[in-house]
């Protein structure tokens, strides 16, 4: 599946500024980092695929299920 580079903005301190996705990820991206997920939305109101250069904010965080 072919990936794509985006930027996260309001990341927890620790986690990259920019990471590798898949090309077909919805709206919404749920990252693994440490004990749980991090969640971003788009910067915009633009909904889809992500595209390469593409802006993510910060929005949630859940814990892994144990």
Known sequence: MPTVKVTLKGAPEGMPETVLVAAR???RLKIPFRAGYEHFVP????????????????????????
């Not at 910067?43 to 144990?66: I, L, M, N, Q, S």
């Open 43 to 66: 910067e915009t109101t633009t909904r889809g695929v992500p595209e390469d250069g593409a802006v993510f904010v910060w929005c949630d965080r859940t814990k892994f299920a144990e």
């Open 25 to 27: 990820a919805h709206d």
